[in-house]
């Protein structure tokens, strides 16, 4: 006999509602059986799926276990109260790696997951501790269960390889448990050693009187022991992982599993809501939210939500937040937030109170409410916060959200794509479809570069009927969450994508997909150096940590998308980010193998008495960036990481040469500023000195006894800071409304301040001019080297233009009598050589940035293609490539892309001809579009 279904709807819930659930997520290895073991659980019966189709994105079922009385036979007790009526929402995943990481973000801390994998897998062990890492870096209390699946596969002697292998794989995951409760323990014990350091100061200087405040120091310490007890407390409180065999297909095990998860899903200590009568109030606002699905409506700003709450009247908006948790809780919602960082000036704080003055306008509907928020937060300055609640979103719909997001994390063994034309350019609306081989060609460039045009999100989108609206504000939460970063504007391979019902998607814009993994390795070589150039300072705060793969790739994507205001100049790579913030530079880059993330900032300081202003002006820019990384790894709560500080440039150690400088622990450092001490250390058996007076260029507060203190009080401060620098911040938003960078001008005083003495000699060996004929060319700035009165060392042709020669560097190794006798060279001509380096790179970057424009307006102008041909096109973008490469350090891509001009010239980069258009005659496929 057949056994009835146990899967619903929410047209078929009743009373007492349908907030009386738990949310079951299924993760775990493409191909390891995760659908057919819901589709058991469903429809309590083995499954046998007769082809394989892997999930995209995910499917979400209701599980209604007690619907008919066989299940309650499992469990030892009887159900009382409301649990006749519990309804379990799984979430079945897709089992992609570059999606598991999306999966992640839906995670909450009363999920309870399920980690699918194949007994026969024998890699399966890796790939359940990679997933149970990221769900414990999440929620450290997280109920788990582990599932071993395809029992059928494995014979009689293996079955029992599998239990042993079973046992041992719950031993990894305990010992993976007790590393994570050692590393806070051993944290504790420093914070401990720190703490007691403070009490022995206290003692030796008399200073602590009866009755009186302890000291900042000694409350720092005291308050980051306390954080640090709770939460060991809560790793020890961690229930013990369950693990158990099952096979989908012939059922075996189907029972243990069932009782394992209905045990867990009515335990009161991981469900505590479920033991609670939900409130009317809770019922209305997600009766509310069903009817926004119903209307396709994914993502709504804040403001929007508030008003849809309204509705329910006051007692409804009184406890309006507390229902959002209770529906986050069981999965109904989630909640972003997306920061922006922006420096406060007198003239945008006249404008703030003036606008509190004027009366609200109607935003207007034509312009979409994404621009308007942002360019309402590019004025939002002067604030200590960074306008959270301006930036603010709720998900009505998470699983649809997750499924959008897969959708665009398009790779290589995905088979086809297909899409109807005539959906989204009709006949009648005069908007001509692209050509299929260009079309194919931008879609193939997800896969292949991991980039993605924001016009192509409504093909990939095509499954749900989304308005222009909800992409846009889909596409601002991708970006904040560092899902998508923008990449650049391209006018190749643009014509006809241009859509009639998006007509603000934008065809030129760019993104690239950071979990694809697919960036380049392009570091910068000349603007960023391991170390800073003499005269300047910088300081870089280091978070130590242990992530799961796909963290620090979103992380950069993260404050690329945080500095969209503020910086000026952005190159992003595989590893790192680098940003021009006015006078400051900043570096947020991965190291050690993705276990420290390094954010540094950099000025120049070689003013002789400036030092305390540089160094606050540093601090300024670098403590917002510092504050946003901190907030994005705090969406994985129970992230244990270790924060330090390191200061470069000799400013910090008495204009003293330090080759290594110490990586100080920030709760140390802060107790060393409160006490006025300096930080002692020895290298190379020499004593040297950090000024952490310097470091710290602040009075000390006693109420500063946290990272996140110190980052809020300079926050503060910066008002301060930039009127005692005589810096201004000026906003430049075009009326076009595309978004610009916050310029800098510095208003310095008439009176010159005095250079630093430089402390370093560059000895270069200059070679005569009678040397031999093999000894290296002389780089010359003008073409007039054969101009007879050119003699000596250095000197000026004609045209007043110097030429120099120049030898490497002697290593020491060659006889000295073969190296010709030479001088050192005085401070003009290193200051002569900086600017000619200087020269080069600058070159590089405008002979990039032509080369690519020449290329782009030839190719998006019709009339350009008649006067310029294809090679020449081809041949300008592969000159902006080799001068991009050269500006990035990468010579063996500049030789690369020289090579490719000469083929393009040559003729062999052709395009298409209209005959082999027309050969495909009614579908065009490629390898993995299909156009219908």
């Known amino acids: 006999m057949e056994e009835p279904s146990q899967m619903s709807t929410e047209d078929d819930i009743t009373y007492p509602g349908p907030l009386f659930r738990v949310k079951i997520m299924v993760i775990g290895p493409v191909e390891s059986g995760k659908s057919s073991l819901v589709q058991c659980l469903l429809h309590n019966t083995p499954h046998s799926p007769t082809s394989y189709s892997p999930t995209e994105g995910v499917n979400v079922d209701l599980w209604t276990p007690f619907k008919t009385q066989k299940l309650q036979r499992l469990l030892n007790r009887k159900l009382t109260g409301d649990e006749h009526h519990l309804i379990v929402e799984l979430w079945d995943t897709s089992g992609r790696q570059v999606c598991q990481a999306v999966h992640g973000l839906f995670l909450t801390a009363r999920t309870l997951c399920v980690i699918v994998y194949d007994v026969s897998d024998g890699k399966a062990a890796e790939k359940v501790l990679a997933l149970y890492r990221m769900i414990r870096q999440k929620y450290v209390g997280s109920t788990v269960v582990i599932v071993g699946n395809k029992l059928d596969l494995l014979q009689p002697p293996a079955a029992a390889q599998e239990t042993m292998a079973r046992e041992k794989l719950l031993q990894v995951l305990n010992q993976q448990n007790e590393s994570y409760k050692q590393g806070l323990a051993a944290e504790m014990e420093e914070t401990k050693g720190l703490l007691k350091t403070s009490r022995a100061k206290e003692t030796d200087n008399d200073t602590q009187r009866k009755g009186s405040e302890d000291p900042a120091e000694h409350r720092l310490a005291q308050q980051h022991l306390t954080h640090l007890e709770q939460r060991f407390a809560r790793a020890i409180r961690n229930p013990q992982v369950r693990a158990v ?62 008003e849809m709450t309204k509705d329910g009247g006051e007692a409804n908006k009184d406890h309006s937040q507390d229902d959002m948790d209770y529906l986050e809780a069981v999965g109904a919602l989630s909640q972003f937030s997306l920061g922006t960082v922006t420096f406060p000036t007198p003239s945008q704080q006249q404008q703030q109170q003036h606008s509190h003055q004027q009366p609200i306008q109607q935003h207007d509907k034509k312009k979409p409410v994404a621009r308007q928020k942002d360019k309402a937060s590019a004025q939002g300055a002067g604030e200590k916060s960074l306008r959270q609640e301006e930036e ?126 697919l960036l380049s390795d392009n570091r910068p070589q000349l603007n960023w150096t391991a170390k800073p150039f003499v005269g300047d300072i910088q300081i870089t705060w280091s978070f130590h940590l242990h992530v799961h793969a796909g963290v620090l790739q979103r992380l950069l994507a993260a404050v ?9 100049y952005r190159h992003l790579w595989r590893t790192g980010l680098l940003l021009r913030v006015g006078e400051a530079t900043v570096c947020a880059e991965q190291q050690l193998d993705g276990q420290r993330f390094d954010v540094a900032c950099r000025v120049n300081g070689d003013d002789l008495g400036r030092e305390t202003e540089d160094v606050r002006m540093l601090w300024a820019t670098l403590a917002p960036f510092v504050m946003h990384v901190r907030r994005c790894l705090l969406q994985w709560p129970a992230l244990h990481f270790k924060e330090t500080l390191t200061a470069l440039g000799q400013q910090f150690y008495l204009d003293e040469r330090v080759e290594h400088e110490p990586h100080t622990w920030v709760p140390a450092a802060l107790s060393l500023w409160h006490r006025h001490s300096g930080l002692t250390f020895t290298e190379a058996d020499t004593d040297h000195e950090l000024d952490v007076k310097l470091v710290f260029p602040f009075k000390p507060d006693s109420s500063v006894l946290s990272e996140d203190d110190w980052l809020n009080f300079v926050i503060s401060q910066t008002d301060v800071i930039l009127s005692d620098a005589n810096v201004t911040m000026t906003s430049s938003l075009p009326p076009t409304g595309q978004e610009k960078a916050l310029k800098r001008s510095s208003i310095r005083n008439s009176v010159k301040h005095q250079r630093k003495k430089k402390s370093v000699e560059v000895k270069w060996k ?54 010709p006798q030479g001088r050192v060279v005085g401070a003009a001509e290193e200051q002569a050589e900086a600017v000619r380096l200087a020269s080069v790179f600058v070159s590089a970057i405008l002979a990039s940035a032509m080369a690519d424009f020449v290329a782009q307006e030839a190719e998006g102008d019709q009339d350009g293609r008649k006067l310029v041909s294809t090679a020449q096109i081809t041949a300008a973008r592969v000159t902006a490539e080799a001068a991009l490469a050269v500006q990035t350090g990468n010579i063996e891509g500049a030789a690369t892309a020289v090579i490719d001009a000469v083929n393009a010239v040559r003729g062999n980069h052709s395009a298409p001809s209209k005959a082999d258009s027309k050969s495909h005659g009614g579908q065009y496929q490629s390898k993995l579009c299909v156009l219908l």
């Open 560 to 568: 690329l998308f945080f500095s969209r205001h503020s910086s000026n």
């Open 245 to 306: 065999a099952v096979s989908a297909l012939s059922g075996k095990g189907l029972d243990d599993l069932r009782k394992i998860l209905l045990e867990a899903s009515l335990d009161q200590a991981s469900f505590p809501y479920c033991s609670s009568t939900v409130r009317p109030s809770t019922v209305a606002l997600y009766d509310q939210i069903l009817a926004l699905r119903e209307r396709d409506i994914v993502m709504l700003p804040w403001r929007h939500f508030q």
């Open 766 to 819: 200059l070679q005569e001019e009678n040397n031999n004929a093999n000894q290296p060319a002389a780089i010359t700035t003008a073409n007039n080297n054969n101009d007879p009165s050119n003699k000596g060392d250095n000197h000026t042709d004609k045209g007043g233009n110097q030429t120099t020669a120049i030898t490497p560097i002697s290593t020491g190794n060659k006889d000295k009598t073969s190296v």
């Open 392 to 517: 603010r979103y709720v998900c009505v719909h998470p699983a649809t959200f997750a499924t959008l997001i897969c959708y665009c994390l398009i790779d290589d063994d995905k088979k086809s794509f297909r899409f109807e034309a005539g959906r989204f350019w009709p006949r009648d609306s005069g908007f001509k479809h692209p050509d299929p081989h260009m079309l194919c060609k931008v879609l193939e460039a997800i896969p292949q570069l991991g980039t993605l045009r924001e016009c192509l999100l409504p093909l990939l989108w095509q499954e749900y009927p989304l308005s222009e609206d909800q992409i846009q504000h889909m596409l601002q939460v991708v970006q904040g969450l560092g899902l998508l970063a923008h990449h650049s504007d391209q006018k190749k391979h643009c014509e006809g994508l241009a859509m009639p019902h998006f007509l603000e998607l934008s065809v030129h814009r760019c993104y690239t997909l950071p979990l694809l993994s």
